[in-house]
Structure formats: structure tokens, C-alpha cells
């Protein structure tokens, strides 16, 4: 089946900061989502991005489908940016595979 | 307001038993799921139903029941033939006809301890 790996696992940053989180997959796909898993447990979707790039507040995606990798930019990190960040990417029919994520901490 | 629903939030459970977690959705979606989560790691599917009345195994099925009587409701039953069931579980709804995408919503979880 599909491969999706994500990098870095983990990530510390200082409020302000930038960072880009990266999503490499295995085959060609129709559908790539970036969700946010709050200290909770809630995930919350933050792109449907099978290609092209989108952007919302200080959060934007880029998927390079031909490339088969998707980025995750996040500009002026605040505390409440916290958490996972996963990837995910139709393994089937409305079927998604997830990446492992990656762990953000941003300390104020 | 429309969402998605799991109850109960903490759930703890002797070997041996059979146990049932709930989620509704009233999002009016086609599509529900399951999903588990371990610590550290991402999210692995256990069942999926496109439509009422129909559903199909993902990759992680074995130990697990599912029925689907009811566009809402999606409810999870953890078998004793579950070996490991100690994990964070997670529902989700989609529907691409109206939304033209795929996009998956989810509630907020259960998490049960096997004692």
C-alpha cells in the first residue's frame, strides 16, 4: 500500500518563529489533507490539498503532486499552534493513510 | 450545531468484556469511520461505511464490530478477540458528493483502558 513519512518528527519552537513541516508519499494520489491534533485529541482538518498551494492565516500547504511531497508552512508560531501535525493521503476509495506526524511544542 | 459526537469520553474495561462506543453525526454526511491511535503514532482504520446499511473492513478490522442501521449513527463494538485494545479511538464523517472533496471531520474520541 501507499507510504507516508513525515519530517521532522518532532520540533521545538519559540513563539514567532517559522517553520515547514514536510509530507513525502509513495504513489500518486487524489487526495492529500493536513490535520491539526490539538493536546486533547482533536484533529482538525486544515487543508484539502490534493495540488497547488492554499493558504489560511498564518498557515499555508503546497502539494507538488508529480513530486509526490506536500509542505506544511507555519509563519509567527504561537503556543496555540502546539501539538501533531499529520498528513494524509487516499490509500483507496475514500480511504486515508496516515503519517506518523510531527510533534510541535512552540514555548512562549 | 452540526458535528460529530463520541461517547463516552473515558472508558475502562475489564478482559473479557465486549464493549460498544458511540458516534453520531448529524452533518447529514454519507460516509462515517473509524479510526485507532496509539501513542506516538498516526491513525490507522478500522472500519469505514460509505452508505446505511454497508460497510467495509480497513486494514487493522480483526477484534472489532461495527453496524450501520442509521445515516447518524456509526456505533464501534471492541470484541474480546481484541488482543490489544487499549488505544485512543477516533470517528470521522465525509461526504464528496455534496462537498466535492473528501474531507473528513472528526469527533473528539474515546479513549479506553483495558485493566
Known amino acids: 500500500g501507499i507510504q507516508v513519512e513525515q519530517s521532522p518528527p518532532d520540533l521545538i519552537l519559540q513563539e514567532g518563529a517559522n517553520s515547514t513541516l514536510r509530507c513525502n508519499f509513495s504513489?500518486?494520489?487524489?487526495?492529500l489533507q493536513w490535520f491539526h491534533q490539538n493536546p486533547w485529541g482533536q484533529l482538525i482538518n486544515l487543508f484539502y490539498?490534493?495540488?497547488g498551494t492554499k493558504q489560511n492565516g498564518r498557515l499555508s500547504a503546497t502539494t507538488v503532486a508529480t513530486e509526490r511531497y506536500s509542505l506544511l508552512y507555519i509563519s509567527s508560531s504561537q503556543t496555540t499552534d502546539s501539538g501533531v501535525y499529520f498528513c494524509?493521503?487516499?490509500?483507496?476509495?475514500?480511504?486515508?493513510?496516515f503519517g506518523t506526524g510531527t510533534r510541535l511544542l512552540v514555548s512562549p | 450545531d452540526g458535528g460529530i459526537t463520541q461517547s463516552p469520553k473515558y472508558l475502562f474495561r475489564k478482559e473479557g468484556q465486549n464493549v460498544t462506543l458511540s458516534c453520531e453525526q448529524n452533518?447529514?454526511?454519507?460516509?462515517m469511520y473509524w479510526y485507532r491511535q496509539d501513542p506516538g503514532q498516526g491513525l490507522r482504520l478500522i472500519y469505514y461505511?460509505?452508505?446505511?446499511?454497508?460497510?467495509q473492513k480497513g486494514d487493522i478490522a480483526e477484534g472489532y464490530s461495527v453496524s450501520r442501521e442509521k445515516k447518524e449513527s456509526f456505533p464501534l463494538t471492541v470484541t474480546s478477540a481484541q488482543k490489544n485494545p487499549t488505544a485512543f479511538y477516533l470517528c470521522?464523517?465525509?461526504?464528496?458528493?455534496?462537498?466535492?472533496?473528501?474531507?473528513?471531520?472528526f469527533g473528539p474520541g474515546t479513549r479506553l483502558t483495558v485493566l
Open positions: 494524509a493521503v487516499e490509500g483507496g476509495f475514500q480511504k486515508l493513510v
Open positions: 452533518l447529514n454526511h454519507d460516509a
Open positions: 504513489d500518486s494520489v487524489n487526495n
Open positions: 490539498i490534493p495540488s
Open positions: 461505511s460509505q452508505i446505511v446499511n454497508d460497510f
Open positions: 470521522a464523517s465525509s461526504s464528496p458528493h455534496e462537498t466535492r472533496t473528501d474531507t473528513q471531520y
